[in-house]
């Protein structure tokens, strides 16, 4: 109820569309209450308060009357009084009437308004009134709560409840019945007037209306839920959002997208936002209003208020108001749930709400994104945001095909966006762009030419540039985008020319947006001046000059780095540098004594290095850590094993392994100068924390090294890719033969499935046999072991290709395809025909089949940890399928 004209103003339509207008948004219900059976609630509900309003006057001990004419931050046409005219009790039922005021009174009407606030405060329970609403244009009846104590800040960040409010009841609505809806919202979020909302409206069947007749109101509150009922039907469910998070406990978005607190910390003094139970963990206190008009009522239905509806007063009838506490669990209010079937569905009465989504941490992988060269792109739909056209695909003499934006009277703003609600092609998928990796590098270009300027010829053009749904932003002149000459440069695009604009990502992180997951774009004159307008746009892209660097760390090549120097860990000795061949010049020696020593290099400063830890983060899709090696002399232990070590984060984490287990695959040969080469992803899956690589070294095992003299060169930790426009990425699981840690697997039914040849084009491939055990079937990584896939998510896919030799004996048999992360915590189950090629698997045939890593990812797969791929007849059906399955992999679609 309260402060709500900022967020109504811009919603003021009618109520009879599908979408809520008004308080919180959200979808209408209509439902018929006959065909549910509501649950009876639960005994454990205990009655702790109320007030029956049996009495002669209002209870002072309860209620307090508030007193002002401040319009309720609504620009409310009533003065809220203490008069007896305005609110009494009598005959068991509190009265609160809105009447036309005196003449020359501040307001043309009053009104009553009460609260229990510091006498009847509550925190979790079942809150309900019965009542009889007022009727007619303007009028706003309510039963709301709001906090006792702003803990978390001012309005609406330590949110409001509202309970039931009608706005305009019997008035007519757009298609001429009259309003019969209620409400139920949430308020909470980020401080007025960037306050956030969501709720549900409901309506009684037959076209019943609350005018006519007493009928309940109730929420249950609990922690982390509260629901809305009517007359015992539960027509709405809000929840805490829940954030998703990957193997490595990173968030990567939301499994249900309810409310959220923005408040400052205590300790810190940021501002932060929570997506737990706050800010509905606190005491709450009651409320009773009827206000007459305000930006809400006014702006629907006939608008106005009508002042011959409150020539002799309206009044708004509370029978009771109770409140019950859940005895199972005071605490937490949780034990008296009164659901039923769909209370928790969003396609029935769970609402989603409007928190943001907490941005995917960056995979530090740089990469360029094309928005539109010329062919478009799925995923970035052309967008018109308000205007009502649809963005066309022209030919232009000079740059061929590019999109053509027109602009008519209605405001808008134009661009491409990627959120799924906009995204209208079937193989297009909402996928926000992690520019964080290029931020100091990339830049957004694109090239523009206006046809028509707007009919107001001198307004600012802007570019705006938008993540995480709106959460962060940049919006700049375009006219300091402009690539030329300074002396071409005009106040606005030049009329006919096509022209270059290009805003470095520096610049617009500077300016606030959060570069790591843009998901619109947008070029338009300002707002409400571009009517008139027509302009193309081509060559729109996120992008470093010289394709995609990758980080990268040379500890020795020629000489030491001085932040990285060479280290004898416990023997006392100092390595040097001593020349080598003509290949190798200067190399770094170590030499191994009597003392058990390990030998490398290191950044830690207690051991006189720089301090400087790697962050090879970037570099887990394809990364290496490589050096080559030649032994001088070999230990005087003949058996020693040669071991190689890697530390992060002053060894907080480490991975150690034997040289053999390198790539290549080797152990050292005395005299002969050999490269050993790990692949970050491995040492990753190891364990080892790669964003504080601060150790390595290489040595014979811990006292078996004396005698032993070595030399190191080309130290380095870099990516193979760096430079090339685009990194390949991905991983072939399959293909003539499993791949390293991986390996073909029957989940249950006992059998080994083979590897057989097949035609000449696919070779070696992987059988299954299915007998009479039930069972799944495909490739499993090693105990430990899995594949990062996050750096893929925007562009990535599983595919694979699928030979049937003989179907099950069960011929209706469903085709299934599954995928696991790690220790099974996340999986996607679908039928083969889901994938994009829709196909059924057919008897003797190769077929490919593909599924989109964010289709999975969106059905909740944490990509950041796969280890499981299984295609299968499903479950106890299979028996007699043989079936062939290769090129088994995750890549780059």
Same mark, same amino acid.
């Given at each position: 109820m309260n402060k709500k004209f900022t967020q109504l103003s811009q919603v003021a339509a009618a109520i009879s569309v599908t979408t809520l207008v008004g308080c919180g948004g959200g979808a209408e219900t209509s439902t018929n209450i006959t065909a549910v059976d509501a649950s009876v609630p639960v005994i454990d509900w205990q009655l702790v308060w109320s007030d029956e309003?049996?009495?002669?006057?209002?209870?002072?001990?309860?209620?307090?009357?508030?007193?002002?004419?401040?319009?309720?931050?609504?620009?409310?046409?009533?003065?809220?009084?203490?008069?007896?005219?305005?609110?009494?009790?009598?005959?068991?039922?509190?009265?609160?009437?809105?009447?036309?005021?005196?003449?020359?009174?501040?307001?043309?009407?009053?009104?009553?308004?009460?609260?229990?606030?510091?006498?009847?405060?509550?925190? =979790?329970?079942?809150?309900?009134?019965? /009542?009889?609403?007022? &009727?007619?244009?303007?009028?706003?009846?309510? !039963?709301?709560?709001?906090?006792?104590?702003?803990?978390?800040?001012?309005?609406?960040r330590s949110g409001e409840i509202d309970i039931v409010e009608a706005v305009n009841l019997k008035a007519a609505n757009a298609e001429g019945n009259p309003e019969n809806h209620i409400y139920g919202t949430l308020h909470y979020g980020q401080e007025w007037p960037n306050n956030d909302s969501s709720g549900q409206a409901y309506s009684l069947p037959d076209g019943a209306n609350p005018a006519d007749d007493f009928h309940t109101y109730a929420i249950e509150w609990q922690e982390g839920e509260i629901r809305w009922y009517m007359d015992g039907y539960l027509y709405a469910t809000q929840r805490r959002s829940e954030v998703r998070y990957n193997a490595n406990g990173d968030a990567t978005g939301l499994t249900h997208r309810g409310w959220y607190a923005e408040y400052y910390e205590q300790g810190t003094g940021e501002l932060t936002t929570h997506w737990d139970n706050a800010p509905f963990d606190q005491e709450f206190y009651l409320i009773l209003n009827l206000a007459v008009g305000g930006s809400w009522p006014e702006a629907v239905n006939e608008t106005g208020i009508d002042a011959d509806a409150f020539a002799t007063g309206q009044t708004f009838e509370i029978d009771y108001v109770r409140v019950y506490e859940c005895a199972s669990d005071p605490d937490t209010g949780k034990g008296c749930e009164t659901v039923r079937p769909g209370y928790d569905s969003l396609d029935d009465a769970l609402v989603e709400g409007a928190a943001p989504v907490p941005s995917p941490p960056s995979t530090g992988i740089p990469q360029n994104l094309t928005i539109f060269d010329g062919t478009p792109n799925p995923n970035w739909p052309a967008w018109d945001c308000c205007g009502g056209s649809t963005p066309a695909l022209v030919e232009d003499a000079g740059q061929g095909q590019v999109y053509e934006f027109t602009f008519g009277e209605a405001p808008t703003v134009m661009g491409f966006i990627s959120r799924s609600q906009f995204i209208t092609d079937p193989e297009g998928e909402a996928s926000p762009f992690d520019a964080s990796p290029i931020e100091e590098t990339g830049s957004v270009k694109f090239d523009l030419k206006v046809t028509s300027l707007p009919n107001n010829a001198t307004t600012n053009w802007l570019f705006k540039i938008e993540?995480?749904?709106?959460?962060? !932003?940049?919006?700049?002149?375009?006219?300091?985008? =402009?690539?030329?000459?300074?002396?071409?440069?005009?106040?606005?695009?030049?009329?006919?020319?096509?022209?270059?604009?290009?805003?470095?990502?520096?610049?617009?992180? /500077?300016?606030?947006?959060?570069?790591?997951?843009?998901?619109?774009?947008?070029v338009f004159p300002a707002w409400d001046t571009g009517n008139g307008a027509v302009y193309?746009?081509?060559?729109?892209?996120?992008?470093?000059?010289?394709?995609?660097? =990758?980080?990268?760390?040379?500890?020795?090549?020629?000489?030491?780095?001085?932040?990285?120097?060479?280290?004898?860990?416990?023997?006392?000795?100092?390595?040097?540098?001593?020349?080598?061949?003509?290949?190798?010049?200067?190399?770094?020696? %170590?030499?191994?004594?009597?003392?058990?020593?390990?030998?490398?290099?290191?950044?830690?400063?207690?051991?006189?290095?720089?301090?400087?830890? %790697?962050?090879?983060?970037?570099?887990?899709?394809?990364?290496?850590?490589?050096?080559?090696?030649?032994?001088?002399?070999?230990p005087n232990n003949a058996e020693a094993s040669w071991l190689f070590k890697v530390e992060s984060n002053d060894a907080s984490t480490a991975v150690e392994l034997p040289l053999a287990e390198s790539v290549e695959g080797q152990a050292p040969s005395e005299g002969e100068w050999q490269t050993y080469t790990f692949p970050i992803s491995d040492l990753q899956a190891r364990g080892l924390d790669v964003s504080g690589i601060d150790v390595i070294m290489v040595f014979p095992a811990w006292g078996t090294g004396e005698g032993a003299v070595y030399r190191l060169d080309n130290v380095k930790i870099y990516h193979p890719d760096s430079g090339a426009e685009t990194p390949a990425g991905g991983i072939t699981l399959f293909a003539d033969t499993a791949a390293e840690q991986w390996r073909i697997w029957d989940c249950c039914g006992g059998s080994t499935p083979t590897e057989e040849i097949d035609d000449a084009?696919?070779?070696?491939?992987?059988?299954?046999?299915?007998? &009479?055990?039930?069972?799944?079937?495909?490739?499993?990584?090693?105990?430990?072991?899995? =594949?990062? /896939?996050?750096?893929?998510?925007?562009?990535?896919?599983?595919? !694979?290709?699928?030979?049937?030799?003989?179907?099950?004996?069960?011929?209706?048999?469903?085709?299934? !395809?599954?995928?696991?992360?790690?220790?099974?915590?996340?999986?996607?189950?679908?039928p083969l025909s889901a994938s994009l090629e829709g196909a059924e698997p057919v008897q003797g045939e190769w077929q490919t089949y593909t599924f989109p890593l964010q289709t999975l990812f969106d059905a909740g797969l944490d990509i950041s940890a796969i280890n499981v791929i299984m295609m299968f007849p499903a479950w106890g059906t299979g028996e007699g399928a043989v079936y062939r399955v290769d090129n088994v992999e995750i890549a780059a679609q």
């Open positions: 309003f049996d009495g002669t006057s209002i209870d002072d001990d309860n209620w307090t009357h508030e007193v002002d004419c401040n319009g309720g931050g609504n620009n409310e046409a009533q003065c809220y009084t203490d008069s007896e005219g305005n609110a009494f009790v009598s005959e068991g039922s509190l009265k609160i009437v809105a009447l036309p005021a005196e003449e020359g009174a501040p307001k043309p009407y009053t009104s009553a308004r009460l609260n229990t606030r510091y006498k009847a405060d509550f925190k =979790y329970g079942r809150i309900e009134m019965r /009542a009889k609403m007022p &009727e007619g244009q303007g009028s706003w009846p309510a !039963f709301w709560m709001m906090p006792t104590d702003e803990v978390y800040g001012g309005w609406p993540s995480s749904e709106g959460s962060t !932003f940049a919006e700049l002149p375009l006219m300091d985008g =402009y690539v030329g000459p300074s002396d071409t440069a005009g106040a606005t695009p030049e009329q006919g020319v096509w022209e270059s604009y290009e805003f470095p990502l520096s610049t617009l992180a /500077a300016a606030g947006l959060d570069t790591s997951a843009i998901d619109v774009i947008m193309r746009i081509a060559n729109v892209e996120i992008s470093q000059e010289g394709g995609v660097t =990758y980080p990268e760390l040379t500890i020795f090549e020629d000489g030491q780095n001085p932040d990285w120097p060479m280290w004898d860990c416990c023997g006392g000795s100092t390595p040097t540098e001593e020349m080598d061949d003509e290949e190798h010049g200067l190399t770094a020696e %170590f030499r191994i004594g009597a003392e058990p020593t390990v030998m490398g290099f290191i950044t830690r400063s207690a051991a006189g290095g720089g301090d400087t830890p %790697f962050d090879a983060t970037a570099l887990t899709d394809g990364g290496l850590l490589q050096f080559d090696m030649r032994v001088v002399n070999a084009e696919h070779g070696t491939v992987a059988e299954f046999r299915i007998g &009479e055990a039930p069972t799944v079937m495909g490739i499993i990584a090693d105990d430990g072991h899995s =594949y990062d /896939a996050s750096s893929l998510l925007t562009n990535g896919a599983v595919r !694979f290709e699928m030979k049937v030799s003989s179907m099950p004996n069960d011929s209706s048999a469903p085709w299934l !395809f599954k995928i696991e992360s790690i220790g099974a915590s996340t999986a996607v189950e679908l």
